[in-house]
């Protein structure tokens, strides 16, 4: 299956919404709490192991990072926490940030929130699942980790996540298994965000 994403290259890094990209084209965005795996998910979906990787600055997770897959369309990767790792004024500073992005952000196509399958639904990954839905977008859990569980647990868990999912959101959270280790669930994800982006 050929693979709409591989084109992927870092772009900038935003600090502050002045150092944001022309709010123009499509965007896909990606968040999840620091450890659930995000940056070895983006590696995976792009098929390049050090994309989510390349602007490593002391940091970089304090910024929102954009990757452009072709003219006008990007994945950006939102910063994760480990909010007790952050001075309280940085937290609110982010807090104000994605909140603002989220709201007003034209560009944005859908969100994707990364959760180790052990460990899923947490304060922050529901927090983002709901700016989307506020916004009417749709948004995609992916459940990292997968094959640090068996089958049958990773069914039970998945089940899970959904029934939860469906009870606070309704139909509007889609949720699947993923593994960047063993590549479970790559191709699937990979067709979300490339339906997203409206990718050719």
Same mark, same amino acid.
């Not at 003219?71 to 104000?96: C, F, I, N, S, T």
């Given at each position: 299956?050929?693979?709409?994403l591989?084109?992927?290259?870092?772009?900038?890094?935003?600090?502050?919404?002045?150092?944001?990209?022309?709010?123009?084209?499509?965007? +896909? /965005?990606? /968040? @999840?709490?620091?450890?659930a @795996?995000?940056?070895?998910?983006?590696?995976?979906?792009?098929?390049?192991?050090? #994309?989510?990787?390349?602007?490593?600055?002391?940091?970089?997770?304090?910024? &929102? +990072?954009?990757?452009?897959?072709?003219?006008?369309?990007?994945?950006v990767? #939102?910063?994760?926490?480990?909010?007790?790792?952050v001075?309280?004024?940085?937290?609110?500073? *982010?807090?104000?940030? $994605?909140?603002?992005?989220?709201?007003?952000?034209?560009?944005?196509?859908?969100?994707?929130?990364?959760?180790? $399958?052990?460990?899923?639904?947490?304060?922050?990954?529901?927090?983002? &699942?709901?700016?989307? +839905?506020?916004?009417? &977008?749709?948004?995609?859990?992916?459940?990292?980790?997968?094959?640090?569980? @068996?089958?049958?647990?990773?069914?039970?868990?998945?089940?899970?996540?959904?029934?939860?999912?469906?009870? /606070?959101?309704?139909?509007? +959270?889609?949720?699947?298994?993923?593994?960047?280790?063993?590549?479970?669930?790559?191709?699937e /994800?990979?067709?979300?965000?490339?339906? *997203?982006?409206?990718?050719?």
């Amino acid at each position: 299956m050929s693979n709409p994403l591989n084109t992927a290259t870092y772009l900038l890094s935003a600090h502050t919404p002045r150092q944001l990209p022309e709010d123009g084209g499509f965007e +896909v /965005a990606f /968040a @999840g709490r620091s450890n659930a @795996g995000k940056s070895s998910a983006l590696n995976a979906l792009v098929n390049h192991n050090r #994309l989510a990787r390349v602007s490593k600055t002391p940091g970089r997770t304090q910024q &929102l +990072v954009f990757f452009q897959v072709q003219p006008e369309r990007y994945l950006v990767d #939102l910063p994760g926490y480990g909010y007790a790792k952050v001075p309280q004024d940085l937290q609110a500073h *982010w807090q104000a940030f $994605i909140d603002r992005y989220f709201r007003t952000r034209e560009a944005l196509r859908g969100l994707v929130v990364v959760m180790d $399958i052990r460990h899923p639904l947490k304060d922050y990954d529901r927090q983002m &699942l709901g700016y989307a +839905v506020q916004r009417g &977008l749709p948004a995609h859990a992916l459940l990292t980790k997968a094959d640090k569980l @068996g089958r049958g647990q990773q069914g039970n868990a998945l089940q899970a996540v959904k029934k939860e999912l469906f009870s /606070a959101f309704g139909d509007t +959270v889609s949720v699947q298994t993923f593994s960047a280790e063993s590549k479970q669930g790559v191709d699937e /994800a990979r067709m979300v965000v490339g339906n *997203w982006l409206e990718l050719s």
